[in-house]
Nanobody
């Protein structure tokens, strides 16, 4: 079972940027399918972005499209979420997750992810 650890969260003003990292450990294989999700207080966990095993497919929630970029670095067994032009409504705990499916289209469904990180808080002030 892979362990995922997120980092890079924090407090930022609206319009600012943050880069979240998700480092995998516990096995020698690279991250397969990576997803980022977020959960704001009182709300359900929601999809943010995904990337498939070879990086050929990415997908974003409409609310972050054009502002966020997901990527992976196999050499470091780490995934990233670059977040630009942050808005107060982006405030949430952000979670990375791994799906063990080798698919051509990355997975948006939360139920298809097998391993989860502990989450990192992102707070955007107005």
């Amino acid at each position: 079972q892979v362990q995922l650890v997120e980092s890079g969260g924090g407090l930022v003003q609206a319009g600012g940027s943050l880069r979240l990292s998700c480092t995998a450990s516990g096995r020698t294989l690279n991250i397969i399918g990576l997803g980022w999700f977020r959960q704001a207080p009182g709300k359900e966990r929601e999809f943010v972005a995904c990337i498939n095993w070879n990086g050929a497919s990415t997908s974003y929630a409409d609310s972050v499209k054009g502002r966020f970029t997901i990527s992976t670095d196999n050499a470091k067994n780490t995934g990233y979420l670059q977040m630009n032009s942050l808005k107060p409504e982006d405030t949430a705990v952000y979670y990375c997750a791994e799906s063990r499916l080798y698919v051509s289209t990355c997975i948006r469904a939360i139920g298809e992810y097998d391993s989860w990180g502990q989450g990192t808080q992102v707070t955007v002030s107005s």
